[in-house]
């Protein structure tokens, strides 16, 4: 396509960025933007795209904000190397950006979760990854950073897939790093912690994946997912009430 950049952070990819870049071989413009690879993840890029630049890590948000920057078009597509594109997505977002009704665009996200890809019927994420560059940024977030976007939004039934959650290690490692920045975010914007959420979270955030969003047709894998999801919940609340605690010594 030739009226929108994709942009992606890397780093240390080999195993996934080839699958996210096949994906990609009809835009023009791809944007690869490395927080310091030691392995092959750059060989690999290079065969796609010569538009590959270093940034030492500052946080995904201003990682994904710098790369955003260096796109030659209005319209962006945000990607990460453990993701994939699909041909339904694709088609949808060359027709979006013809016409002037919407600013960005809402994707769902399939997992796929120990080798195995969630139920059609369970309920997806959906996150803003197209928009029009002059119309949307960054915040502050070190995870699960999303942009603001002025204007209408878009959603897009095409999806993303993600493969990223190979293993439960690899799930629990995740939730481990991303609970941290979370309750810091949270310390650092003067939000205290609750005895009440602190109790009940759990159950809640459980019943809301294995129940509500269906994860329960996922079988052992679903339950699994939606207890790690639930334990997720409960870290980032703990680990707000440990950053107190350690302010008041």
């Known amino acids: 396509m030739k009226d929108i950049s994709v942009y992606l952070v890397v780093m240390n990819e080999e195993k996934n960025i080839r699958r996210v870049l096949d994906s990609l071989k009809g835009f023009e413009d791809i944007v ?25 890590w500052d946080g995904m948000a201003a990682q994904k904000e710098y790369a955003k920057s260096l796109c030659q078009h209005d ?26 009704d919407y600013n960005g665009a809402s994707i769902p996200i399939r997992e796929h979760f120990m080798g195995a890809r969630i139920h059609d019927k369970t309920k997806k994420n959906s996150h803003i990854r197209l928009f029009r560059k002059s ?13 603001t976007v002025q204007g209408a939004i878009k959603q897009l039934s095409g999806e993303i897939n993600h493969y990223g959650e190979v293993s439960v290690e690899v799930k629990v490692d995740k939730v481990n790093r991303y609970s941290s920045g979370k309750a810091l ?20 955030m459980f019943i809301k994946s294995y129940f509500l969003k269906r994860n329960c047709l996922n079988g052992r894998r679903g339950f699994i997912s ?3 999801n639930a334990f997720y919940a409960f870290l980032k609340e703990a680990k707000l009430y440990e950053r107190e605690v350690n302010d008041d010594i």
């Open 135 to 147: 119309q949307g940024a960054y915040g502050d977030e070190r995870f699960h950073e999303s942009p």
């Open 75 to 100: 319209w962006v597509l945000n990607l990460d190397a453990d993701e994939e594109l699909t041909s339904e997505l694709g088609e949808q977002i060359a027709q979006l950006i013809i016409l002037d």
């Open 226 to 228: 939606s207890m790690v």
């Open 185 to 204: 975010d949270k310390f650092e914007k003067g939000k205290r912690s609750s005895v009440l959420k602190l109790l009940l979270v759990f159950p809640i």
């Open 32 to 56: 690869i933007v490395d927080s310091g690879s030691q392995d092959r993840t750059l060989d690999i890029a290079k065969e796609y795209t010569q538009r590959i630049y270093h940034k030492a």
